[in-house]
């Protein structure tokens, strides 16, 4: 029963196509996030959704674009991919989002890369 | 830019020995700090947390240490174990519900 699942754990593609991952939790958490860990290993929020509506959106391209079908599910689409959205992106949930002390639990990871 | 530091990528330390990791903080309005550990091919996973108000927060062998005039934390394992061999993150969070500011990581490897 893993907590927070994310699909694929592996993707690779070419430069210029447009690619999804998808992300589960079970945990019944009202908020979601993606992050994006790059070549240099820092962990950078991307976005956060609480019970379907975007909370946080950093600086990031519009390319990328969150859905959230419902408060289980965050899944993220990328358009025209580009060499450097070659990274591990790791989904989470915490319990509400609203409390900065709350755990937030990861996915395992997804290995994106662009050639 | 980035607001949170830890300047070692790595650490080798004997099983039994201390490992100390150090993270740095630029935002002086980060009131909650957090560390994360991280094996190959997983997710990161809460380890221990420290708020603003505290200097020191203990859970067993790991020990969280917050030096709110230096902007600096640390992470103290004792005794250390080959299973802590991982990779740990600080975090720091408080600006925005919901939103962690994570460092690059330190590799620590504990040695049998």
């Known amino acids: 029963d893993t907590a927070v699942s994310q699909t694929p754990k592996y993707l690779v593609t070419q430069m210029g196509n447009d690619k999804s991952i998808k992300c589960e939790q079970n945990?019944?958490?009202?908020?979601m996030y993606w992050y994006k860990q790059d070549s240099k290993k820092f962990l950078k929020i991307m976005f956060s959704?609480?019970?379907?509506?975007?909370?946080i959106n950093e600086t990031v391209p519009n390319r990328f674009s969150p859905k959230s079908p419902d408060k289980a599910h965050l899944n993220l689409h990328i358009n025209s991919l580009e060499l450097g959205d070659s990274a591990v992106y790791f989904c989470?949930?915490?319990?509400?989002?609203?409390?900065?002390?709350?755990?937030?639990?990861f996915g395992p990871g997804t290995r994106l890369l662009v050639l | 830019d980035q607001q949170v530091k830890q300047n070692s990528p790595s650490l080798s330390v004997q099983e039994g020995r201390i490992s100390i990791l150090n993270c740095d903080y630029t935002n002086s309005m980060f009131d909650y700090f957090l560390w994360y550990k991280k094996y190959p091919a997983e997710g990161p996973t809460f380890l221990i947390s420290i708020s603003s108000i505290k200097d020191k927060n203990e859970d067993g062998r790991f020990t969280v240490f917050l030096n709110k005039s230096a902007k600096h934390l640390s992470l103290h394992i004792v005794p250390s174990q080959p299973g802590d061999s991982a990779v740990y993150f600080c975090a720091t969070g408080g600006t925005s519900y919901g939103k962690l500011t994570f460092g690059q990581g330190t590799i620590l490897t504990v040695h049998p």
């Open positions: 959704y609480n019970n379907k509506e975007l909370i």
């Open positions: 945990l019944g958490h009202d908020t």
């Open positions: 989470a949930s915490s319990p509400t989002g609203e409390d900065p002390q709350e755990t937030q639990y």
